[in-house]
């Protein structure tokens, strides 16, 4: 169960940190494309919400909107945080369906980077995620291109994440975010640079993962996928100085031994059996490469998925 609890976490952090990181004041610079624009706010952003009838009101808030998705996060003074990531290649003014929507609740005194979402992973089972899960309404009631900002609406049942904790769900009501300033990073400083991608046929259905990024720690190297709603994610974890070349994946493979993978849907694991991985280039400012495996679920052997038609390229961090 410990290995389990670390993989939901670093999923957690992993979504977190590629959507949101642009909002801590411990984070890389924006890049200089967005440095000259000062937008001209009317009114002051304000981001609140009723929690359990308690009112929250967020002390720093902030959005983006860009590569298939729009997120927008309040920041209360204590740390405590409320989060909200829409997948969708466009943003529009209207009402979005909860399936569409994943909206997190992160309470300041969490030592183990769980939190409160708006779908209840206690019914999620067998690899599947059904759409009647999602709690919530989200609305977005202006996008002003000008001063480019956000304002909307939103409330959901928060479920704690990790269900053998049998923590309680909160209600988050009446929350409302006015000209929420946000950073649109569809704007690429270098037009004629690839997007990273990872694509991949699951049991023969051809999935985009919308978030896709390569990221490094020590001597290991891991590739990995993500969407938002319904929740997916795919891992290649490998060595740093991995070479063009064949390679089995493994169950056991991974720091130092080779290479290893996971599948997950919701919180749903997927473990590796066997498969393969074929780098084609590595020139250590980016990587590609092509790979299939079979895993199985880490609470029904029975239950196997086939992962074939793998594709990635990513820059490496």
Known sequence: MKVMKRIKNLSTLLLLIVTFGFVSCDTEPVDPVFLDYEPEVEDPASFEVNIDGELFVAAASSAAIGDGLIAIQGIGSDGE???IVLEGTTASNGT????????????????????????????????????????????????DTVNKTISGTFSFTGYWSNPEDEIEPVELTNGVFINVPYIDSDIDPDPEEEEDYIIADINGVETDFTIAVAASSGNFLTISGQNVAPPKQIQLLMD??????TYDITEDGGFGNGVTGLYSEGLVLYVVTS?????????????????EFAAYNSDDESDIIEVTNGEFEMLLP
Do not use: R
């Open 275 to 291: 498969g393969q991985l074929t780098i084609i280039s590595n020139d250590g400012e980016s990587i590609k490469g092509v790979f």
């Open 81 to 83: 945080s409320v989060s």
């Open 240 to 245: 740093a100085d991995i070479e063009e070349g």
């Open 96 to 143: 979005y369906a909860p399936e569409d929507v994943l909206m997190i609740y992160q309470p300041s005194e969490n030592a183990d980077d769980y939190g409160f979402i708006n779908f209840n992973s206690e019914i999620v089972g067998g690899g599947e995620v059904p759409e009647d899960i999602y709690y919530g309404a989200f609305t977005i009631t202006n996008i």
